[in-house]
């Protein structure tokens, strides 16, 4: 494992909330949550390829529930996520691949 990603496992310990807002990036419809928590600075950003969902899915199934359309109006947590809200409404592992400690980089991209 590299750095990175064992940072990153420290992060994601119970109890240990990694808060994120939302941010556009450079890549045309992709969007990088920017972090807002302390000390986890060294974890890449994790990346949202927004084209890539738009594919399958129209924009009522994620706007406004359970996200706001609004850059910085969403407030997520890996917690949040592991317990089933936000991305981790699909990303459970039957909809969509699970958010867990061994799909990091698959979000989380430097």
């Known amino acids: 494992m590299n750095k990175s990603l064992h940072r ?3 992060g994601l310990l119970p109890g240990v909330a990694v808060l994120l807002s939302l941010a556009a990036t ?5 969007i990088t949550f920017v972090r807002q ?4 600075d060294d974890v890449p950003p994790a990346v949202f390829p927004h084209s890539v969902h738009r594919m399958a899915y129209k924009c009522q199934a ?3 529930t359970p996200f706001k359309m609004k850059a910085g109006e ?3 947590t890996m ?5 089933g809200q936000w991305c981790g409404a699909c990303h459970d592992g039957k909809t969509a691949f699970i958010s867990n400690l061994s799909t990091c980089a698959r979000c989380h991209k430097e």
Do not use: F, S
Request: glycine share 8%.
């Open 62 to 64: 994620c706007h406004d």
């Open 26 to 30: 450079a890549e045309p419809g992709d």
């Open 8 to 10: 990153l496992a420290i």
């Open 74 to 76: 969403n407030l997520v």
């Open 37 to 40: 928590a302390a000390g986890m």
């Open 79 to 83: 917690d949040e996520i592991q317990e």
